[in-house]
């Protein structure tokens, strides 16, 4: 049967039940960030050090000092042209389905 108490009961319920669902997807989320920050970090550590050996190592091959760092820099100049001039073409093509697929219903 339904009565004030009843009802003023099952609403504190639910919002108890909302509070530990927010609570949780919050927890969720930071973890996430924290994960991809945290792989993030490696993966520049990694790049970082990737470039100078790859620097070292065609200096060596060429036997010159600088050559390798120039070409390296390059590299990384094309690299960042390219992303640049398909940039809207590389994220259509990632998240285009993406958003889609997560709309809520």
């Known amino acids: 049967m339904l009565s004030k108490e009843n009802l003023t009961h099952y609403a504190q319920l ?12 919050m927890a969720k989320e930071r973890a996430e960030i924290f994960v991809s920050a945290m ?16 620097a ?3 200096n ?14 390059l590299c990384w100049l094309l690299s960042f042209l390219l992303l ?6 590389i994220i259509a093509r990632f998240f285009h389905n993406y958003t ?3 709309i809520p219903k």
């Open 39 to 54: 792989l993030g970090i490696i993966f520049l550590g990694v790049l970082i050090f990737g470039s100078f050996f790859g």
């Open 60 to 73: 060596s091959l060429m036997e010159s000092e600088f050559l390798g760092f120039g070409l390296i820099a």
């Open 14 to 25: 639910k919002y108890r039940q909302i509070r530990f669902e927010l609570v949780e997807w």
């Open 100 to 102: 889609n697929q997560n």
């Open 84 to 89: 640049l001039l398909f940039r809207k073409a």
């Open 56 to 58: 070292f190592w065609l």
